[in-house]
């Protein structure tokens, strides 16, 4: 087992990575100084079926008491992420408080489960502890560490939200091998995002590897995750609260990307993952553009590497024009604010801003398929 450590003074906390730690569970809560509390462990039907034994048993050990709460079944995980759901929880805990044992909360799933508990964890009594044990590849190499929480609103997601420091992460990689296909290629898109932005190394690894031979070499793997969430760690420590211009760089890709997503909601065409990955091509394109990408052959080793993970090189379904609204622009304002993040060269991103419109535009009628 890894420990990479979070600091940020008296919210500090520890990312332990390993495989089969939920047999250990209880161990590594008691050893954490959780043992002693009332958890309300918060996680969905389909993903506690798969980990329940594992918990119950190591918890009994150890005699941590927990009560399940368990998300709607709704036609998506996202569907979830809501006020109501988060009300819910809330009159949970107010349910079991001032009993013996004082509350936590626990949230066993993706990053659905995880933001949702945060919130409600960050809010409630203004703040008790929490602990994420992330059971999705975006959730161990990205939404479990950093303390981003919160639930979406009808006009748009995660606008009801705060940061808010869990007391520990737990990713046991083992409990990835239930993930389906499309999931694991959702995740790799924000691994291969951190080797363009920071880590040389990681990416020249995807680029050789790719998804099979990685699923299947777990030290390698292991390896990855634990990259992944060192440098999410360390950008966290730098500009927690998404101040100084240091985490922002974590966008890369998700300016275009979340217009691909946003644009194409109601077809729900494509995964974060999937868009992100369209979006870093995007930001590609538009650092070439501008002259500000330095290395020509950079665009070419991401889409072999993204071929490499099943991801898709071009957006469909939607225009490039309602792509370029969704970033927001709309056919009236000629000049309008942005912010990308764009490459310079492998392992190095900068903040541009205010590019202009047609140049956005041509780039996502490139990448459109
Ligand atoms: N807080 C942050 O910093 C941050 C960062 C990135 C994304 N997010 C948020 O995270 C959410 C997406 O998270 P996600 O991609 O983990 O999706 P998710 O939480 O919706 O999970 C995806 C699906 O996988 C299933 N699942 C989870 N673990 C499984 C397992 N081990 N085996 C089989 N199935 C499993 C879930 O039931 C769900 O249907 C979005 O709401 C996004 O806004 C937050
Ligand atoms: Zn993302």
Known sequence: MKTIPVRLKERSYDILIGQNLLGSIGTSFRKAGLADRQFILVSQKNIWALFE??????????????????????????????????????????????????????????????DLTGFAAAVYRRGIPYVQIPTTLTAQVDSAIGGKTGVDLPEGKNLLG??????????????????????????FAEVIKYGMIQDVSLFELLEKTGLQALRGDAEKFEEVIERCAKIKADTVEADEFDKKGVRIVLNFGHTAGHAIEAASAYSRAYTHGEAVGVGMLVACDISRSLGVLKDANLTQRLEKTLMKFNLPLHFKGVSAGQVLEAIGYDKKSIQKKNRFILPVKLGKVTVVKDIPSEVIQSALEGRKG
Not at 61 to 81: G, H, T
Not at 162 to 186: K, N, T
């Open 53 to 114: 034994k594992k918990i119950s048993e190591s918890f009994a050990k150890e005699q941590i008491q927990y009560k399940l709460f368990l998300l709607p079944s709704l036609k998506s995980s996202e569907a979830c992420k809501t006020q109501a759901v988060w009300s819910r929880l809330i009159k949970s805990l107010a349910s079991l408080d001032g009993k013996n044992r004082s509350l936590a909360l626990l949230a066993l799933g993706g990053g659905v489960v995880g």
């Open 162 to 187: 705060c940061i808010y420091q869990p007391a520990m992460v737990l990713s046991d990689i083992s409990a990835l091998s239930s993930l389906p296909d499309r999931h694991w290629s959702d995740g």
